[in-house]
């Protein structure tokens, strides 16, 4: 008896990888959308077969801001900084100030607060390649705290 591919994490994460693949490549112009896209329809099917959340929007932010990075930003939520940036600051484990202050003694935090300072850290990666094209916000800002802070965390 075979699988049914539709819920088997491993398929739906190499549909998700050639996908992303083809939505980096500059020679795809605007289709590099489509790829992506595509990409992110993969992303959600393997959450929704048990891929963590954490790693799931953590491939999800990174592509879409090397895509807004390379392509610049349009309308779609999904190619739209400002959304990104939202989206990065609900998707963290931690609010700003519990991560501030875990942050200062990180090494002698028990497992489970290290890992959720390594959550953020990993998430707020792709907030870097976006920053330039936020707004002036008050997510923007929320988003610079984050990202002063990220050089502290594990």
Request: glycine residues 6%; contains cysteine.
């Amino acid at each position: 008896m075979v699988d049914d591919p539709s819920t088997l994490i491993n398929y739906w994460l190499s549909v998700w990888e050639l996908n992303s693949f083809y939505a980096h490549q500059p020679e795809q112009g605007e289709g590099q959308r489509v790829w992506a896209e595509t990409a992110m329809y993969a992303i959600g099917r393997a959450e929704a077969a048990g891929l963590d959340t954490t790693s799931a929007n953590a491939s999800r932010f990174y592509l879409r801001a090397g895509l807004i990075n390379d392509l610049g930003p349009m309308g779609s939520s999904l190619w739209n900084p400002d959304a990104l940036a939202a989206d990065i600051l609900a998707a963290l484990p931690l609010q700003l100030e519990q991560a501030t202050e875990w942050a200062t003694n990180w090494q002698q935090r028990p497992r489970t607060e290290i890992l959720a300072l390594r959550r953020c850290k990993n998430l707020l990666g792709p907030a870097q390649y976006i920053r330039d094209y936020l707004s002036t916000t008050p997510t923007a800002r929320r988003l610079d705290q984050w990202l002063t802070l990220r050089e502290q965390l594990p």
